[in-house]
Protein backbone atom coordinates (compact mmCIF):
# COMPACT_ATOMS: atom_id res chain seq x y z
CA UNK A 1 0.00 0.00 0.00
CA UNK A 2 2.86 2.23 1.00
CA UNK A 3 4.25 1.84 -2.67
CA UNK A 4 0.75 2.67 -4.22
CA UNK A 5 0.35 6.06 -2.60
CA UNK A 6 3.45 7.18 -3.44
CA UNK A 7 3.07 6.45 -6.85
CA UNK A 8 -0.61 8.10 -6.52
CA UNK A 9 1.08 11.03 -4.89
CA UNK A 10 3.89 11.69 -7.47
CA UNK A 11 1.50 11.43 -10.24
CA UNK A 12 -1.38 14.09 -8.69
CA UNK A 13 1.51 16.73 -7.89
CA UNK A 14 2.95 16.17 -11.04
CA UNK A 15 -0.40 17.15 -12.53
CA UNK A 16 -1.17 19.85 -10.61
CA UNK A 17 2.13 21.44 -10.18
CA UNK A 18 2.46 21.56 -6.77
CA UNK A 19 0.39 23.83 -5.93
CA UNK A 20 -1.87 21.57 -3.34
CA UNK A 21 -0.66 20.05 -0.55
CA UNK A 22 -3.93 19.84 1.08
CA UNK A 23 -5.43 17.99 -2.16
CA UNK A 24 -2.40 15.50 -2.15
CA UNK A 25 -3.06 14.98 1.38
CA UNK A 26 -6.73 14.40 1.18
CA UNK A 27 -6.25 12.24 -1.74
CA UNK A 28 -3.47 9.96 -0.22
CA UNK A 29 -5.44 9.27 2.98
CA UNK A 30 -8.54 8.66 0.53
CA UNK A 31 -6.61 6.51 -1.70
CA UNK A 32 -5.23 4.55 2.06
CA UNK A 33 -8.82 3.96 3.16
CA UNK A 34 -10.29 2.75 0.25
CA UNK A 35 -7.82 0.58 -0.33
CA UNK A 36 -7.66 -0.72 3.67
CA UNK A 37 -11.14 -1.64 3.43
CA UNK A 38 -11.11 -3.04 0.02
CA UNK A 39 -8.01 -5.55 1.31
CA UNK A 40 -10.43 -6.95 3.55
CA UNK A 41 -13.41 -8.08 1.70
CA UNK A 42 -14.00 -11.46 -0.07
CA UNK A 43 -11.22 -12.94 2.40
CA UNK A 44 -11.01 -16.23 4.52
CA UNK A 45 -8.10 -17.49 6.95
CA UNK A 46 -7.76 -21.03 5.95
CA UNK A 47 -5.21 -21.97 8.35
CA UNK A 48 -3.20 -20.30 11.81
CA UNK A 49 0.05 -21.88 13.08
CA UNK A 50 2.21 -20.89 15.65
CA UNK A 51 6.19 -21.25 15.62
CA UNK A 52 7.26 -21.87 19.05
CA UNK A 53 11.04 -20.96 17.55
CA UNK A 54 9.97 -17.29 16.53
CA UNK A 55 7.51 -16.97 18.60
CA UNK A 56 5.39 -15.60 16.29
CA UNK A 57 1.66 -16.39 14.86
CA UNK A 58 1.05 -16.70 11.39
CA UNK A 59 -2.38 -17.06 9.18
CA UNK A 60 -3.00 -18.28 5.84
CA UNK A 61 -5.33 -16.04 4.18
CA UNK A 62 -7.79 -16.75 0.68
CA UNK A 63 -9.59 -15.25 -1.61
CA UNK A 64 -11.78 -16.08 -3.99
CA UNK A 65 -10.82 -14.28 -7.15
CA UNK A 66 -14.18 -14.60 -8.67
CA UNK A 67 -16.09 -13.33 -5.92
CA UNK A 68 -13.56 -10.16 -5.43
CA UNK A 69 -13.44 -9.72 -9.07
CA UNK A 70 -17.19 -8.60 -9.33
CA UNK A 71 -16.58 -6.95 -6.44
CA UNK A 72 -14.22 -4.69 -7.23
CA UNK A 73 -16.18 -4.54 -11.02
CA UNK A 74 -19.08 -3.02 -8.91
CA UNK A 75 -17.33 -0.51 -7.46
CA UNK A 76 -15.58 0.71 -10.42
CA UNK A 77 -18.98 0.60 -12.57
CA UNK A 78 -20.13 2.51 -9.78
CA UNK A 79 -17.28 5.49 -9.80
CA UNK A 80 -17.34 5.67 -13.51
CA UNK A 81 -21.14 6.60 -13.49
CA UNK A 82 -20.41 9.15 -10.17
CA UNK A 83 -17.64 10.46 -12.61
CA UNK A 84 -19.75 10.64 -15.68
CA UNK A 85 -22.38 12.28 -14.21
CA UNK A 86 -19.98 14.89 -12.60
CA UNK A 87 -18.52 15.74 -15.54
CA UNK A 88 -21.53 16.16 -17.99
CA UNK A 89 -22.66 18.40 -15.17
CA UNK A 90 -19.23 20.58 -14.90
CA UNK A 91 -18.90 20.77 -18.46
CA UNK A 92 -22.91 21.96 -18.52
CA UNK A 93 -22.82 24.28 -15.74
CA UNK A 94 -23.46 27.62 -16.10
CA UNK A 95 -22.60 28.85 -12.47
CA UNK A 96 -19.08 28.69 -11.77
CA UNK A 97 -19.24 27.50 -8.63
CA UNK A 98 -20.96 23.87 -9.68
CA UNK A 99 -18.59 23.81 -12.51
CA UNK A 100 -15.61 23.73 -10.38
CA UNK A 101 -17.01 21.44 -7.59
CA UNK A 102 -18.49 18.45 -9.96
CA UNK A 103 -14.85 18.84 -11.76
CA UNK A 104 -13.21 18.48 -8.44
CA UNK A 105 -15.31 15.61 -7.30
CA UNK A 106 -14.94 13.78 -10.48
CA UNK A 107 -10.88 14.31 -10.39
CA UNK A 108 -10.84 12.65 -6.46
CA UNK A 109 -13.26 9.90 -7.79
CA UNK A 110 -10.93 8.99 -10.65
CA UNK A 111 -8.08 8.65 -8.09
CA UNK A 112 -9.88 6.17 -6.51
CA UNK A 113 -11.73 4.79 -9.19
CA UNK A 114 -7.85 3.63 -10.93
CA UNK A 115 -6.58 2.27 -7.10
CA UNK A 116 -9.88 -0.01 -7.45
CA UNK A 117 -9.00 -0.81 -11.26
CA UNK A 118 -5.39 -1.31 -10.04
CA UNK A 119 -6.40 -3.99 -7.73
CA UNK A 120 -8.74 -5.63 -10.56
CA UNK A 121 -5.11 -6.01 -12.37
CA UNK A 122 -3.71 -8.08 -9.54
CA UNK A 123 -6.45 -10.22 -9.26
CA UNK A 124 -7.70 -11.25 -13.00
CA UNK A 125 -5.05 -13.37 -14.44
CA UNK A 126 -4.67 -12.01 -17.38
CA UNK A 127 -3.30 -8.82 -15.69
CA UNK A 128 -5.76 -6.52 -17.39
CA UNK A 129 -7.88 -4.09 -15.57
CA UNK A 130 -10.92 -2.06 -17.29
CA UNK A 131 -10.14 1.50 -18.53
CA UNK A 132 -11.45 4.42 -18.29
CA UNK A 133 -13.14 7.39 -20.06
CA UNK A 134 -11.11 9.80 -18.57
CA UNK A 135 -7.69 10.47 -17.56
CA UNK A 136 -6.22 12.45 -14.13
CA UNK A 137 -4.15 14.78 -15.95
CA UNK A 138 -7.20 15.60 -18.27
CA UNK A 139 -9.31 16.27 -15.38
CA UNK A 140 -6.94 18.08 -13.40
CA UNK A 141 -5.37 19.94 -16.36
CA UNK A 142 -9.40 20.94 -16.97
CA UNK A 143 -10.13 22.28 -13.16
CA UNK A 144 -6.70 24.22 -13.32
CA UNK A 145 -7.21 25.99 -16.89
CA UNK A 146 -10.32 27.02 -15.37
CA UNK A 147 -9.48 28.38 -12.36
CA UNK A 148 -6.72 30.07 -14.33
CA UNK A 149 -8.77 31.98 -16.46
CA UNK A 150 -12.72 32.24 -15.08
CA UNK A 151 -12.55 31.69 -11.34
CA UNK A 152 -9.61 34.36 -10.55
CA UNK A 153 -10.02 35.66 -6.78
CA UNK A 154 -8.73 39.36 -5.59
CA UNK A 155 -7.58 40.07 -1.47
CA UNK A 156 -8.73 42.83 0.37
CA UNK A 157 -7.48 43.36 3.63
CA UNK A 158 -8.23 46.30 6.47
CA UNK A 159 -6.74 47.33 9.47
CA UNK A 160 -3.39 46.47 11.29
CA UNK A 161 -0.24 45.26 8.98
CA UNK A 162 -3.09 44.81 6.05
CA UNK A 163 -0.03 44.50 3.46
CA UNK A 164 1.65 41.54 4.39
CA UNK A 165 -1.27 40.19 5.79
CA UNK A 166 -2.70 40.30 2.76
CA UNK A 167 0.14 39.11 0.56
CA UNK A 168 0.47 36.10 3.32
CA UNK A 169 -3.15 34.89 2.01
CA UNK A 170 -3.18 35.65 -1.59
CA UNK A 171 0.19 33.36 -1.28
CA UNK A 172 -1.88 30.82 0.59
CA UNK A 173 -4.65 30.86 -2.05
CA UNK A 174 -2.49 30.42 -4.99
CA UNK A 175 -0.84 27.27 -3.25
CA UNK A 176 -4.21 25.83 -3.25
CA UNK A 177 -4.35 26.36 -6.88
CA UNK A 178 -5.71 29.53 -7.65
CA UNK A 179 -5.43 32.88 -9.75
CA UNK A 180 -4.84 35.95 -7.46
CA UNK A 181 -5.08 38.83 -9.47
CA UNK A 182 -4.52 42.52 -8.12
CA UNK A 183 -6.66 44.21 -10.37
CA UNK A 184 -10.20 45.46 -8.44
CA UNK A 185 -13.66 45.02 -9.47
CA UNK A 186 -14.88 47.59 -11.78
CA UNK A 187 -11.81 47.16 -13.68
CA UNK A 188 -12.56 45.07 -17.21
CA UNK A 189 -9.61 43.06 -18.15
CA UNK A 190 -8.56 40.32 -15.26
CA UNK A 191 -11.35 41.73 -13.00
CA UNK A 192 -11.75 38.96 -10.25
CA UNK A 193 -15.08 36.76 -9.93
CA UNK A 194 -14.78 36.74 -6.20
CA UNK A 195 -13.23 38.67 -3.44
CA UNK A 196 -12.00 38.15 -0.48
CA UNK A 197 -11.95 40.89 1.51
CA UNK A 198 -11.70 41.19 5.39
CA UNK A 199 -9.94 43.00 8.41
CA UNK A 200 -7.13 41.83 10.98
CA UNK A 201 -6.18 43.39 13.86
CA UNK A 202 -3.53 43.32 16.56
CA UNK A 203 -3.81 44.93 20.56
CA UNK A 204 -2.24 44.12 23.61
CA UNK A 205 -4.32 42.21 26.57
CA UNK A 206 -3.76 42.38 30.36
CA UNK A 207 -2.78 39.12 31.39
CA UNK A 208 -1.86 38.30 34.83
CA UNK A 209 1.56 36.72 33.94
CA UNK A 210 4.49 38.67 35.75
CA UNK A 211 6.92 37.05 33.30
CA UNK A 212 5.47 37.87 29.44
CA UNK A 213 3.31 40.67 27.34
CA UNK A 214 0.34 38.93 25.44
CA UNK A 215 -0.90 40.54 22.02
CA UNK A 216 -3.81 38.89 19.95
CA UNK A 217 -4.96 38.88 16.58
CA UNK A 218 -8.18 38.46 15.37
CA UNK A 219 -9.34 38.49 11.36
CA UNK A 220 -12.54 38.31 9.95
CA UNK A 221 -13.34 37.25 6.11
CA UNK A 222 -15.97 37.18 3.79
CA UNK A 223 -15.53 35.48 0.16
CA UNK A 224 -17.96 37.84 -1.61
CA UNK A 225 -19.54 38.10 -5.63
CA UNK A 226 -18.22 41.34 -7.07
CA UNK A 227 -21.15 41.73 -9.29
CA UNK A 228 -24.45 40.54 -6.90
CA UNK A 229 -22.91 41.44 -3.60
CA UNK A 230 -23.66 38.30 -2.40
CA UNK A 231 -21.76 36.50 0.55
CA UNK A 232 -20.78 32.67 -0.23
CA UNK A 233 -18.94 31.93 2.83
CA UNK A 234 -17.49 33.61 5.95
CA UNK A 235 -14.29 32.47 7.92
CA UNK A 236 -13.14 34.15 11.50
CA UNK A 237 -10.05 33.09 13.01
CA UNK A 238 -7.51 34.51 15.92
CA UNK A 239 -5.44 33.77 18.65
CA UNK A 240 -2.77 35.46 21.10
CA UNK A 241 0.45 35.05 21.76
CA UNK A 242 3.17 36.41 24.45
CA UNK A 243 7.21 37.07 24.99
CA UNK A 244 9.40 39.44 27.12
CA UNK A 245 8.43 42.54 25.64
CA UNK A 246 5.29 44.24 24.07
CA UNK A 247 7.16 44.70 20.77
CA UNK A 248 8.57 40.97 20.66
CA UNK A 249 4.94 39.59 21.21
CA UNK A 250 3.53 42.01 18.84
CA UNK A 251 6.11 40.91 15.92
CA UNK A 252 5.63 37.23 16.90
CA UNK A 253 1.90 37.50 16.97
CA UNK A 254 1.97 39.11 13.52
CA UNK A 255 4.28 36.17 12.22
CA UNK A 256 2.00 33.83 13.58
CA UNK A 257 -1.02 35.72 11.54
CA UNK A 258 0.35 35.58 8.34
CA UNK A 259 1.35 31.94 8.41
CA UNK A 260 -2.38 30.60 10.05
CA UNK A 261 -4.01 32.81 6.95
CA UNK A 262 -1.34 31.67 4.62
CA UNK A 263 -2.25 28.01 5.38
CA UNK A 264 -5.83 27.35 7.67
CA UNK A 265 -7.45 30.50 6.06
CA UNK A 266 -6.65 29.76 2.69
CA UNK A 267 -6.97 25.84 2.78
CA UNK A 268 -10.87 26.42 4.51
CA UNK A 269 -11.79 29.19 1.72
CA UNK A 270 -10.78 26.45 -1.04
CA UNK A 271 -12.53 23.91 0.45
CA UNK A 272 -15.27 25.90 0.46
CA UNK A 273 -14.98 27.08 -3.18
CA UNK A 274 -14.34 23.14 -3.90
CA UNK A 275 -17.59 21.77 -2.40
CA UNK A 276 -15.72 20.19 0.24
CA UNK A 277 -16.74 22.68 3.24
CA UNK A 278 -19.39 24.74 3.80
CA UNK A 279 -18.51 28.15 5.46
CA UNK A 280 -21.17 29.91 7.84
CA UNK A 281 -22.86 32.55 6.46
CA UNK A 282 -21.70 36.13 8.00
CA UNK A 283 -25.02 36.66 9.79
CA UNK A 284 -24.78 33.39 11.71
CA UNK A 285 -21.06 33.25 12.12
CA UNK A 286 -19.86 35.27 15.46
CA UNK A 287 -16.90 37.81 15.07
CA UNK A 288 -13.29 37.21 15.52
CA UNK A 289 -12.74 40.80 16.12
CA UNK A 290 -14.44 42.83 18.44
CA UNK A 291 -17.95 44.24 16.65
CA UNK A 292 -17.46 47.61 16.83
CA UNK A 293 -13.63 47.47 15.38
CA UNK A 294 -14.60 44.92 12.61
CA UNK A 295 -14.42 46.26 9.18
CA UNK A 296 -16.76 43.49 7.78
CA UNK A 297 -19.97 44.00 7.93
CA UNK A 298 -22.08 41.80 10.42
Known amino acids: MAAQAKDWESYWVVENHGVSNAERRLTIDNVTKVSTDKVLENVRIADVWYDSESRAYYALSVMNRPQAEASLMEKVAVLDRTIDTDVTESRQAIDKLAKVRALRRAGRNLVLREVYNTDLRV ?59 TKMEGEKAGSPELIVKGTVRLFPIEVRDPHFKYVRWCSDFEVVEPGTRRVVGATAHGGREGHLTEREATAKTLRVMQQELSSDVAKAIAAHIFGEIVLPETATMPASCPREESGVRR
Open 123 to 181: IRPSGQGTPSAYQVNELSGELEQFLATNLVLAVQVSGDHAEPVGRALAEGLIREGFHVT
